[in-house]
Structure formats: C-alpha cells, structure tokens
C-alpha cells in the first residue's frame, strides 16, 4: 500500500499526524507530510484511519 | 443535551424564524439552534432570510463544505458579513482576503501555530489552568463559563502568543463581547475603534522593544511580496487573531462541560481514561460548534442545492447543521465520543481552517483533564438555567455546576504533577 498527500488540498488539520503518528508527519507550517511513501503492513490500518478521518479529503492510498 | 435545560420545554420551535427570518444575533437562534437542525437539513437546506438586506443559509455538509472549500465563487472579501459594515472597519488579513494573498499571510503566521509549536506552552497553560481551578475548588460551586473559561483563553493569548502582560484584559474583553454580541449596539463602532487604539499601542510598543521570535514581530518585519506589512494590515491582522482567539476556546470547554454535567458515565469514562480525550473532543466539537458558521460573498452564478444564488449575493454555511447531517454523520443527534470517522467542521474547512485549532485543542485538552482530575463528580446545579447570548459564536454564557472536588485535589497543591497520572493511564 502507498499514501500520498495532496498538499494544494491540505489546510493543516493535523488530524493524520494525531490518529497515525507512524505514518505522518507535519511540516514547518503544520501541513501534513508521508513519513515513507510505502506503507509497512502493520500501520495500513491507522493509514487508513486517518485517511478516513481528513475532513479537506487530502489523502489517498493506491 | 436536556433542552429544558437551556430553555422552557414548553417554547414551540419557531421553524418560521429558521427559515425565513435566520439571524444569529436573535436569541430565539442562541435558544432553538440545535433543536431546528434536523428540519432545516429536512425541509430547508438553502433557506432565505430577509434580515440583514437578505442573505442564504445553506445547511447541508456537502454543500457547505464545498462552499467554503471553493473560495473563488465563494469569497471571503470583508463585503461577505452579513452585519452591515460599520464605517471605519478595517479589512482583517487573512480572514478577510482570498489566496493567493491570503495564503501568504497564512504562511507567516502558520509557524507559530503548529501542535509542536503550541506544545512547548504546555507547562504554562496546565499552571495558568491549575491557578483559575485553585480559586473556585473549594467553593462547591462555580460558574464555570465566567470562573474559568472566558478567563484561560484571554491569558493565555496575552502572555503566550504576544508576550504581553494581560492588565487590559478586563476593558478589551468588555469591547469584544458588544463587538461580537451586540453588533447592532450604537456602541459597537466606538468599541471597535477602542479596540483599534489599543493593538496601534501594543504593536508600538512592540516596535520600539527588543526583536522576540514571536507571531507579533514575525508580523511587524515581514515581507509580503516585497514589501512590509503596512501599520492597518498588522492592526487587523492582530484584531482578528483577538477576535478568532478569545470567545471560541472558552465557549468551548463551557459547551463541553455542560454536556459532561449532564453524562455522569462520560465524566467517569474520561476520569478514568483521560487518554481518550482528545479524540472525544473532535466529537465535543462536532457536536456544538463554537462557530455556528461563516459567511461568503458569491462571486459568480451559481446554484446550490436547486436555489439560484447570484454573484453579489451573501451566503452563511451553517456549520453546526453540517455537523449534524446525516448526509455525513450516523446517528447525528447522538453524541458518540467513539465516532469515527469524524470529518466534522468545527474548525473549518478550506483555506481558512481555523488558524488556532492546534492552541485550542491543547487548551481544550488540559482544560478537561484538570477539570476532570480535580472533581470527582459535577452537575449543573439544580434549579439555575443555563444561559446562551445570541451571537454566531455559540457557547454557554452562564454555566452553574455544582462539584465534589477530588482528593486528588490536594496532591496538586502539595507540589505533585497530576498530569503525570493522566498521562500514565493513557
């Protein structure tokens, strides 16, 4: 599984880094970031937590 | 929430008003807001109110969060209030631009604003948090929104984000709250230039001291596309974090706690896991809104929900329905801190999501922990009712509970860390 963020759509709600800490990270400004593109098999649920849990809809896995 | 407990059982809701008349400064808004969400998401989504020379109420989380999410055909130019403009209103950046130049404002002021930023506060607020506690936990009763909540946010943004002393508080406050609830008061002019005068004074003050690396001097030395920010777009921009900073926060905890002096098994479920609250607040927070909605300008054509809306036409997303529809949201007039997921829009959404969500969570956060783990038990107090003051900010402006303080209490005077145990169990 792959994460990727879409930083045009990103505000900043800093929801992915608070439920997957392991897989999310925030920039300078407090935008969301992907720690490592490639998610390992034990996180794909938080993963998928929060990408259910971004209200802007930023966040996609393929 | 126990209606009656707000206002009498016995009032009808005025669905008319909702529909037709919809103007948050009427306390038939602060009184039946909630109860007439699910007809006004039902029966009326796009609503026309004919107060403030006519305005749109969209209500649906679909629309509204596309509404705002599109800030071409919906523009946040300072023409998009529904109160008239009073002569002399300055024009507040951001809130009050579009991108690309509101982005750029946003990008100054982002840093300061980060949760890892807000998190190195968090010693000073958890003391300031325990102080205003210490002052009213003897007592048995308390109101919490006068005691406690409007008084933490107003501290907190004076001495830790402008690094300034808070004396003024008490005259500053007394302008915003006619600003904010009482726009219409003949006053609310000469309030707000009140208000102008003292940010001039403050930032002068800022000017002329040692450079701190801080949101105030990141403002006064900016550069914006080359150029400095002027002296007005520093005095709104210092207006609007005042505004966005102050009423929000301490409505919140006041709405949180109303709710939790009304859910015994809540109290004790977070007391005894207090690592759960952060999540259960994005339900809090769902649940009731601190701001019931923002307005828009719209700037092209367009149509929502099979309602003509038409460039120049002014249009208020209602955010506390949206976070009521059940569009979006199972068993929306259930307050669930398990929910998920939970895209509610308490915050905001698009660019101008709250600037301030990062310092109100933490605020929120230690508020409720040293709230919870100094009581044992709290309820509001039998025979007094509940008060909410018309405005679109939305929270409880008297809150009388009634506690038994926990023994735990006293271990926080004697120099222990209480928040250590939070932490522990979480």
Redesign the interface.
């Not at chain 2, 604003?113 to 930023?117: D, E, G, I, K, V």
């Not at chain 2, 998920?340 to 829009?345: T, V």
């Given at each position: 599984m792959k994460v990727f963020i879409d930083a045009d759509k990103c505000q900043g709600h800093a929801r992915c880094a608070q439920l997957a800490p392991e897989a999310f990270g925030l920039d300078n400004e407090g935008h969301g970031v992907v720690l490592s593109e490639t998610v390992e098999e034990s996180y794909e649920s938080v993963v998928r937590n929060a990408v259910a849990n971004c209200p802007e809809r930023a966040i996609w896995i393929e | 929430l126990d209606a009656v407990v707000t206002r009498d059982a016995s009032d009808e809701i005025d669905l008319d008003f909702f529909f037709h008349h919809f103007n948050p400064y009427e306390q038939t808004f602060a009184d039946q807001l909630q109860e007439a969400i699910p007809d006004l998401l039902d029966r009326c989504p796009v609503a026309r109110s004919d107060d403030f020379g006519g305005f749109w109420v969209v209500s649906s989380y679909a629309e509204v969060?596309a509404g705002y999410?599109d800030w071409r055909t919906f523009s946040s130019a300072i023409e998009k209030n529904i109160v008239p403009l009073r002569p002399g209103q300055p024009v507040k950046p951001p809130i009050d631009l579009d991108p690309p130049l509101q982005r750029r404002y946003?990008?100054l002021l982002?840093?300061f604003?980060?949760?890892?930023?807000v998190a190195t506060l968090e010693t000073h607020i958890r003391t300031m948090i325990v102080d205003l506690i210490e002052e009213f936990i003897d007592d048995g009763q308390v109101d919490l929104a006068r005691q406690f909540s409007r008084k933490l946010p107003a501290r907190m943004l004076y001495r830790l984000l402008f690094g300034i002393e808070d004396t003024d508080v008490p005259k500053v406050q007394e302008w915003l709250r006619v600003i904010n609830y009482d726009p219409r008061n003949p006053k609310a002019r000469d309030c707000e230039q009140a208000l102008l005068g003292w940010i001039r004074r403050t930032l002068a003050d800022r000017r002329a001291g040692p450079r701190q690396d801080d949101m105030l001097d990141a403002l006064l030395h900016a550069d914006i596309d080359g150029e400095l920010v002027s002296e007005d777009e520093a005095v709104g921009t210092v207006l609007i974090l005042i505004l966005g900073g102050f009423g929000t926060t301490a409505d919140m905890i006041s709405s949180v706690m109303l709710h939790l002096a009304q859910r015994e098994d809540l109290q004790h479920r977070l007391r005894s896991d207090p690592g759960l609250i952060?999540f259960a607040l994005d339900e809090f927070l769902r649940f009731e809104p601190p701001v019931s909605g923002q307005s828009r300008i719209c700037r092209r054509d367009t149509v929502i929900g099979g309602e003509e809306i038409k460039d120049g036409d002014r249009v208020f997303f209602l955010i506390s329905a949206a976070n009521r529809d059940p569009a979006e949201f199972d068993q929306p007039e259930v307050l669930d801190i398990d929910r998920?997921?939970?895209?509610?829009?308490a915050?905001g959404?698009?660019?101008h999501?709250c600037i301030g969500?990062?310092v109100a969570r933490l605020n929120l956060r230690v508020s409720l922990e040293e709230l919870l783990g100094r009581t044992e038990t709290f309820h509001i107090t039998p025979g007094e009712r509940v008060r909410r003051d018309a405005s679109v900010a939305w929270g409880p402006a008297y809150l009388p509970l009634t506690f038994t303080s926990a023994p735990a209490a006293a271990a926080g005077q004697d120099g222990s860390r209480p928040e250590d145990g939070a932490r522990r169990s979480s």
């Open positions: - | 969060m999410q946003r990008q982002n840093p604003l980060t949760p890892a930023r952060p998920s997921p939970n895209r509610h829009l915050f959404i698009g660019p999501r969500s990062n």
